[in-house]
């Protein structure tokens, strides 16, 4: 059984500006320090093409698209989206790039070239909205990616896990109500975007977690509440929105996790796929992890979880 694994040097292009905490170097280390250890070694290398413009609307409001697309700057610009979104002359193409490394990565592994995947890239995306950018994000790769999986390769379920400490908010409002998808979202409550205690839709679990608690809550409530809504809903393939912004050093929350708590989430949904009908099948996308040490410790860790007994 193969490991994927992609990532492209055009998202350390995208730069949102000195300071800000979506930085280029958030790919660049998780990928020098998967080299450094080794680990890359251990899995499979996939390129990507950059995502269609037809490929997007999958997920996001025509008339948005076309907007993002005419406000693409030149070399040497820079233009906001939302107060926290900016796009320089890299990022449509880091963008589009991230939304087609999601898509590769599902063609591999229904088409059994891979089992699971994980995908460096930014931005991320889980709080673009269909109509509009928000919190770093432009285009919302894993709604799109689990759109694709329906849409062009007619799977019927497909379950979204979103452990980022912030809560995917557009992914919800992109696939609320949609019977082939369900959405297991756990973050941390109140902190931005302040949605989620709520569910859009019956096709959500949320789990909402007061700040200052550790991974033992985290535990708890996934144990008892997603994993079991998980396996009675059979997906057929696994889509993992995975931020590591709730680790205790992170600067922007105030949960407590470590990198234990990620291995422990990503063996779990690995034991899951091979129960269900998903048969092994995960693809996994880089969301929020701001400190950029505990970022590339959570990422190794989180791969050596997905290396589990493969």
């Known amino acids: 059984m193969l490991v994927g694994y992609s990532y492209d040097p055009i998202y350390a292009r995208h730069d949102m500006g000195e300071g800000h905490p979506e930085c280029p170097e958030r790919v660049q280390l998780i990928d020098a320090h998967l080299r450094s250890i080794g680990l890359l070694e251990q899995l499979t290398s996939f390129s990507a093409k950059p995502a269609e413009r037809e490929d997007v609307l999958l997920a996001h409001e025509e008339s948005y698209v076309d907007r993002v697309f005419a406000l693409a700057p030149q070399a040497r610009e820079s233009v906001q989206l939302d107060a926290d979104t900016a796009m320089n002359e890299a990022s449509l193409p880091a963008v589009l790039m991230a939304v087609g490394a999601a898509i590769a990565a599902v063609n591999h592994v229904i088409d059994g070239r891979l089992n699971r995947a994980f995908c460096n890239i930014r931005p991320p995306g889980h709080h673009a909205e269909s109509n509009r950018a928000m919190g770093f994000c432009i285009f919302n790769s894993i709604a799109v990616a689990a759109r694709y999986a329906c849409m062009v390769r007619n799977l019927e379920r497909i379950a979204i896990v979103d452990w980022d400490v912030h809560h995917g908010n557009g992914t919800e409002e992109i696939l609320a109500g949609d019977s082939r998808v369900f959405m297991a979202h756990s973050f941390q409550s109140p902190l931005y975007p302040y949605s989620g205690v709520e569910a859009l839709g019956n096709n959500s679990c949320n789990m909402p977690l007061p700040p200052y608690s550790d991974g033992s809550k985290f535990r708890e409530r996934w144990t008892k509440e997603a994993i079991p809504a998980l396996e009675a809903f059979n997906p057929e393939l696994i889509l993992i929105s995975a931020g590591f912004d709730a680790h205790r050093d992170d600067p922007l929350a105030q949960l407590n996790w470590t990198e234990k708590d990620f ?40 791969i050596r979880g997905l290396l589990a007994n493969q």
């Open 263 to 302: 291995t422990w989430a990503t063996e779990q949904l690995h034991q899951l796929s091979l129960r269900t009908a998903a048969q092994g099948r995960i693809v996994s996308l880089l969301e929020g992890g701001y400190n950029l040490k505990a970022l590339t410790l959570s990422v190794e860790a989180h």
